[in-house]
């Protein structure tokens, strides 16, 4: 055996005098704090399947398992496909571990997946939330005339949804909207309501526009 050099033998006394000759220090890995980490983040994510009873699960199930959270969601039936948009929160670890599950669910005969990095959209104080609802006869071209005024006027839409349906009593064709839309706050709502109204009139639209409370 050879023989250990004073200098270096005191050192190590001096740095741990309560261990032991022989014995091996315990090193603890420091948790990783750094923001990508710590900080939460956000996932888009866009499904397109043919409808089967369990997709749903499947795709809650992917979510769950890589220790991300569902913080939004859309999902309805279109035809005889499944449709779901979800806003998925997580850390940097978690959101990549999710990134590299989804393709292995898109494998699946008739399922399109598609997601994007993004971020929490932030309160904004300049625009007031309205809701529409309109109905009128089934025609052509109806949502884009309301996108049209709408862009014309610079008011973002947050939020569609459109249906057709038969009329209770005569059977024609219907169709309904339901928008959310963000006004600036610099607009005049009574000038907007008065040409919201007239541009109803002009397409035989049955419209209510009013602010959302809360």
């Known amino acids: 055996m ?11 006394r001096a740095v741990a005098p309560h261990r032991k000759p022989g014995t091996l220090r315990r090193v603890h890995p420091k948790p990783d704090r750094s ?9 888009a994510v866009s499904v397109l399947a043919e409808n089967r009873p369990d997709i749903l699960h ?14 939004e969601s859309r999902m309805t039936v279109l035809g005889t496909e499944f ?20 393709p292995k669910l898109g494998k699946h005969p008739q399922l399109t997946i598609a997601a ?16 529409i609802d309109a109905v009128c006869l089934d025609q052509p071209g109806i949502v884009f005339n309301l996108a049209h005024f709408f862009a014309e006027r610079g008011i973002g839409v947050a939020d569609l949804a459109t249906r ?3 009329a209770e009593h005569t059977g024609a064709p219907m169709f309904a909207v339901q928008m959310a839309v963000n006004i600036p706050a610099d607009l005049h709502i009574g000038t907007l309501r008065d040409e919201f ?3 109803c009139d002009h397409l035989n639209l049955d419209a209510i526009l009013e602010p959302i409370k809360g």
Request: hydrophobic share 40%.
């Open 164 to 166: 057709t349906y038969p």
């Open 83 to 102: 449709s779901m948009l979800l806003l998925v929160s997580g850390n940097w670890n978690t959101l990549t571990k999710l990134e590299d599950q989804l």
């Open 35 to 43: 923001p990508r980490v710590r900080t939460k983040q956000f996932l």
């Open 2 to 12: 050879l023989p250990a050099y004073p200098r270096v033998a005191q050192a190590a």
């Open 116 to 131: 994007r990095r993004t971020e929490e959209c932030a309160p904004r104080h300049d625009l007031i939330p309205y809701a």
């Open 58 to 71: 499947d795709i809650a199930r992917a979510v769950q398992t890589c220790g991300c959270n569902i913080a």
């Open 197 to 199: 109204m007239d541009f």
